[in-house]
């Protein structure tokens, strides 16, 4: 055996070791705990052998309280670039095997390597978090290290898409980096984010919660809002992340991967999905998947703010980003939650040259105390904002009713939606025909001989004068009055017109949405 034959083995007998982790013990547990280990994710999430590690030599430098004489394999965080269906991204995953995959001085800067990596190379980045938070061993140290990893997810925000993968806690400060990137996956009985945990509530407030009320996957899907995408195994997270990065561009200079096309899927006949009644109710998701091809729709935020549906499709082989009142869900309200969750969406399509989609049938803001009280005001001024600002082609469609501040804020024509298209058995107008005929024709029915009569008259005189597409059309509000059927040839026809479209802005540092 030659020397350099001995180095190539001793090389091989040092990364061995350090693939080990934290040893038996702690792989077990992790194991016990349904997780699977921090390498182990990252094989399961990234081509066959396209992993190439970087950083795997780097030890801690804790020295204090024992440090000193630790050794802690790669030092808990395992980073490196791999590719996702052919499309490189760079990980970061943090190995809960090692000092509970705490968060130290060299444990941040390799992360913070990684993210540098990602933001130069203009790829996505995704991070796996599984982790007991700043180590506490190291002190400030540790807390620099979040610092200098936020920082990086503001700077990269806009430019790289960046994916979170809560596989294990999620803790204290931590959870901020998640917070700061687009998207957030959690696994059932996994994930665990909060900012104080249990115990500091018992102590503080006496209260009592378990950590999978305070912070489990479920809430942060369904009541947070904190997370984008729900699994109930690590396994099928990996195949929701390796979809949407299919889906969505490499960085905000290039356009997602156009794909062949295909045509929407026979049973999804788009004619037959919207009952003509406009107080009936009906699955938007289904009108989404009658116009993408193969009838294929990534929903994103599926258990958060259901009144309002958003997520990707393709139209023509086209990523796009579909917004739509769901009538399913409080007849497709917007409130607080939805218009957060609508924003955000917008925002992340705007910033990837994604063009947007807009499906509307909603009879306004949701009323009441509690959504005033909650900010309302502020909430809803987040998507006129974001529609606003958005210079991607923007195409809207109203399918159904579009009434009051909802047919403003629906990507409509006057925030500059591109196209704007609606069915004929549109209602446009300030409020739906029963509410509107009891205000402005209330005098006329209290006079009546016979009230009950003379309010449905009413109603009928102002559906006839206003609840139709023809008086925006008239005004120019609405390009075309369109067939239910011809909806996919229009979006079509519209996505290749604007295929190029250049619409500039004033100059400014940035604006000030009301977050
Ligand atoms: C150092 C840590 C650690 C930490 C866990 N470990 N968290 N070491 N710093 N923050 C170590 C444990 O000592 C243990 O080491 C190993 O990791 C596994 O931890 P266990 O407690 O045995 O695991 P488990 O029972 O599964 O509990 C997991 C846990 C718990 C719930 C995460 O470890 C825990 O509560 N950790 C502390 C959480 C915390 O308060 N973090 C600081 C948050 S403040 P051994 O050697 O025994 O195997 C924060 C500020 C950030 O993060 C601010 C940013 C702005």
């Known amino acids: 055996m030659s020397v350099e034959d001995n180095k190539v083995l001793e090389l091989q007998q040092r990364k061995e070791r350090i693939r080990f982790g934290g040893g038996t013990k702690a792989i077990e547990k992790?194991?016990?705990?349904?997780?699977?280990?921090?390498?182990?994710?990252?094989?399961?999430?990234?081509?066959?052998?396209?992993f190439h590690e970087y950083d795997m030599f780097v030890e801690h430098d804790g020295?204090?309280?024992?440090?000193?004489?630790?050794?802690?394999?790669?030092?808990?965080?395992?980073?490196?670039?791999?590719?996702?269906?052919g499309s490189p991204v760079a990980i970061f995953a943090q190995d809960f095997t090692v000092a509970g995959g705490?968060?130290?001085?060299?444990?941040?800067?390799?992360?913070?390597?990684?993210?540098?990596?990602?933001?130069?190379?203009?790829?996505?980045?995704?991070?796996?978090?599984?982790?007991?938070?700043?180590?506490?061993?190291?002190?400030?140290?540790?807390?620099?290290?979040?610092?200098?990893?936020?920082?990086?997810?503001?700077?990269?925000?806009?430019?790289?898409?960046?994916?979170?993968?809560?596989?294990?806690?999620?803790?204290?400060?931590?959870?901020?980096?998640?917070?700061?990137?687009?998207?957030?996956?959690?696994?059932?009985?996994?994930?665990?984010?909060?900012?104080?945990?249990?115990?500091?509530?018992?102590?503080?407030?006496?209260?009592?919660?378990?950590?999978?009320?305070?912070?489990?996957?479920?809430?942060?899907?369904?009541?947070?809002?904190?997370?984008?995408?729900?699994?109930?195994s690590e396994d099928e997270c990996f195949v929701q992340i390796r979809k949407l990065i299919s889906m969505i561009p490499a960085n905000n200079t290039t356009k997602a991967e156009k794909i062949a096309p295909a045509r929407p899927l026979p049973e999804y006949d788009i004619t037959k999905i919207v009952p003509a009644d406009p107080t009936v109710p009906y699955d938007v998701r289904d009108v989404i998947k009658a116009l993408v091809d193969e009838s294929e729709f990534l929903e994103v935020m599926e258990l958060f703010a259901a009144n309002i549906v958003v997520g990707f499709g393709r139209v023509n082989g086209e990523t796009v980003g579909f917004i739509a009142n769901q009538p399913l869900v409080m007849a497709g309200v917007l409130d607080c939650d939805s218009s957060d969750k609508a924003a955000r969406f917008i925002r992340f399509c705007d910033a990837f040259n994604i063009p947007i989609v807009t499906l509307e049938d909603l009879p306004g803001y949701l009323p009441g105390v509690d959504q005033e009280h909650a900010g309302v005001i502020r909430h809803g001024a987040k998507m006129l904002y974001a529609y606003s600002e958005a210079t991607v082609p923007s195409i809207t469609v109203v399918l159904r009713k579009a009434y009051g501040g909802g047919y403003i804020a629906m990507g409509s024509r006057h925030l500059r939606a591109d196209f704007v298209f609606a069915w004929p058995n549109a209602e446009i107008a300030v409020m739906g025909p029963e509410g509107a005929a009891n205000i402005i024709f209330r005098k006329d029915i209290m006079e009546a001989e016979n009230p009950a009569e003379m309010r449905k008259l009413k109603i009928q005189e102002y559906k006839e004068k206003f609840a139709n597409p023809y008086v925006a059309a008239a005004k120019g509000y609405i390009d075309s009055v369109i067939a239910p059927a011809e909806t996919r040839m229009f979006i079509e026809h519209a996505l290749k017109v604007a295929a190029h479209k250049s619409r500039s802005q004033p100059n400014k540092k940035h604006g000030n949405p009301p977050f």
Do not use: W
């Open 63 to 85: 020295r204090d309280f024992g440090m000193q004489d630790k050794s802690l394999p790669g030092d808990g965080v395992i980073i490196g670039t791999g590719t996702i269906l």
């Open 102 to 232: 705490s968060l130290g001085f060299m444990h941040a800067r390799k992360i913070t390597k990684i993210m540098d990596y990602a933001l130069n190379m203009r790829i996505p980045l995704i991070g796996i978090n599984d982790s007991g938070g700043a180590r506490i061993q190291e002190g400030v140290n540790a807390l620099a290290g979040y610092g200098e990893i936020f920082f990086r997810n503001t700077l990269s925000s806009g430019v790289i898409p960046q994916i979170s993968v809560i596989l294990g806690p999620c803790a204290g400060g931590a959870v901020y980096s998640p917070a700061l990137t687009d998207f957030v996956f959690v696994v059932e009985n996994i994930s665990k984010m909060f900012i104080t945990g249990p115990e500091v509530i018992k102590t503080v407030l006496g209260e009592e919660i378990s950590m999978e009320e305070l912070g489990g996957a479920k809430v942060h899907s369904e009541m947070t809002g904190n997370a984008h995408f729900y699994a109930t």
């Open 30 to 50: 992790q194991k016990a705990m349904g997780k699977l280990t921090a390498r182990e994710r990252i094989i399961a999430l990234v081509d066959a052998d396209s």
